[in-house]
């Protein structure tokens, strides 16, 4: 799985005044990686990505959801919004939500409706984020 994060930060143009990436990640309970303004370089953030390990536990979307609005698309924490008019989440999932799914469509609806674009992906467990 971090492969494929590492191949989505390889895509992007990393900078102050180019994009930004934020990692969260989720089971029984969200960890914030890092926000939009930790890392400017590509290997700052593959390093953060390195040292992000595996969550053992539930899937729980929805929280993993709450934090990614809370605290990587929060726009009073940051002034994102004017620099950064397109936001774009996506999201790694080992499948479906199995604890409190049924506010999972509610903390998306919550994010799209911030103008946070969403994209899913749905993998079989990896064992190595």
């Given at each position: 799985?971090?492969?494929?994060?590492?191949?989505?930060?390889?895509?992007?143009?990393?900078?102050?005044?180019?994009?930004?990436?934020?990692?969260?990640s989720y089971s029984s309970d969200p960890q914030l990686g890092f926000h939009l303004?930790?890392?400017?370089?590509?290997?700052?953030?593959?390093?953060?990505?390195?040292?992000?390990?595996?969550?053992?536990?539930?899937?729980?979307?929805?929280?993993?959801?709450?934090?990614?609005?809370?605290?990587?698309?929060?726009?009073?924490?940051?002034?994102?919004?004017?620099?950064?008019?397109?936001?774009?989440?996506?999201?790694?999932?080992?499948?479906?939500?199995?604890?409190?799914?049924?506010?999972?469509?509610?903390?998306?609806?919550?994010?799209?409706?911030?103008?946070?674009?969403?994209?899913?992906?749905?993998?079989?467990?990896?064992?190595?984020?």
């Amino acid at each position: 799985m971090k492969e494929f994060v590492y191949s989505v930060v390889e895509k992007v143009s990393i900078g102050r005044t180019d994009d930004r990436v934020g990692l969260v990640s989720y089971s029984s309970d969200p960890q914030l990686g890092f926000h939009l303004d930790s890392f400017f370089t590509k290997k700052d953030i593959n390093n953060a990505i390195s040292a992000m390990q595996y969550l053992y536990g539930s899937t729980i979307t929805a929280a993993g959801l709450k934090m990614v609005r809370q605290e990587i698309f929060n726009i009073s924490k940051m002034a994102i919004d004017l620099m950064y008019p397109i936001h774009v989440l996506i999201m790694i999932t080992d499948g479906n939500s199995n604890v409190n799914s049924i506010d999972t469509i509610p903390e998306g609806i919550r994010l799209r409706e911030a103008g946070v674009h969403i994209f899913v992906i749905a993998i079989n467990f990896a064992g190595d984020m």
